[in-house]
């Protein structure tokens, strides 16, 4: 009895401990600097609206709903070793539920993003039942299925009149409610930014408590996780569904600020944006999801505007050459993403301090 009791106790303690909870450099603990860095953030969040025009204002919103998407993305991959590809049919699901509610029934766009994430966190349990028997390209695989499948699925004549077909839905804008103090662009950008903070620090917890440990315990080593007590089938389907809902929810307010949806906004190519996102902003980081929010929204756009500058009659396929070398130095520069890049720069920044 003593024997099984100080066995449960152990395998309660082998889930491994967050290390960035009592971590330090050169005395300083991190936490002090993470404050400072989101003190700055927030400031220039809130600040950076009012000094822009409208266009930009709608950039930075949508490199935010990326950002949510990547997050999502993060937690299955980064924190939790499952390697999906299909992560854009999440997002193109969570927008048609919102662009359904909002075109057919005239709700108001407030009221579909909680049901979107609901769809989704439902459809990415039930997806990560059957990919439970699957790891790692065998995942991909199945995941590049679910991406393939998803567009082709919403253009089904069966249930154009709901989804528009390949026409796609048309959505109103949402008006802002303070017309004197804020445009629509601006009033769009702080919901926004509203839940994206509401989704990063539920994400922060997460994996901070000991269902996140579970699930890195599983991405580290599932056998000896399941040794120490770890319902690896359960906490791997959760943790699909979970990351579904994130990119669910930020499929929806992808739909509420373009203010339209279409199958073929959902390819494989979006899946594929996403994992860059997530590479570029560093693997289970989740403030690293920002930056790969806004990476993979602007360079592209970059991109476009130095192969312009060429003058040449094919500067599409140029610009893609031109991100495809920004990618290379990028990667090269930030072998662990902006978030490892930072996290050498505070260390760098503690021990001279």
Known sequence: MVADVNTRSAGRRAIPENPANNLAIAGIRLPV??????????????????MVEDFTVFQMTYALVFAMAILGLNLLTGFNGQFSLGHSAFFG??????????????????????PAGVVCLIAGFLFGLPALRLEGLYLALATFALATA?????????????????QGLDLDKPESPFPDSLSDDQYLYFVVLLVAIILFI??????????????????????AAQTMGVNNAVYKSLT??????????????SAIIIQFVAPDSFTFLLAVTFLVGLVVGGVASIPGAIFGGFFV???????????????????????????????????????AGAAGLLRVLVGKLARRG
Request: charged share 10%.
């Open 33 to 50: 600097w993470n404050k400072i860095l989101i003190a700055a953030m927030m400031l220039v969040a809130v600040v950076m609206p009012f």
């Open 93 to 114: 699901i969570g927008a048609y539920t919102t662009a359904m509610m909002m075109a057919h029934w005239d709700v108001a766009f407030y009221w579909t993003v909680i």
């Open 150 to 166: 998803t567009p082709q699925i919403l253009k089904y004549h069966a249930w154009e009149d709901l989804t528009g077909g390949v």
């Open 202 to 223: 539920c994400a922060w917890n997460l994996v901070r408590g000991r269902t996140g440990r579970a699930m890195i315990a599983i991405r580290d080593n599932p056998i």
């Open 240 to 253: 699909f569904g979970v990351s579904a809902l994130y990119t669910g929810i930020a499929g929806s307010m």
């Open 297 to 335: 929204l602007l360079i592209p756009n970059i991109s476009e505007a130095v192969a312009d500058m060429t003058g040449r009659t094919d500067a599409k396929g140029l610009s893609w050459a031109v991100y495809g070398v920004f990618l290379i130095i990028t990667v090269y520069v930030m072998p």
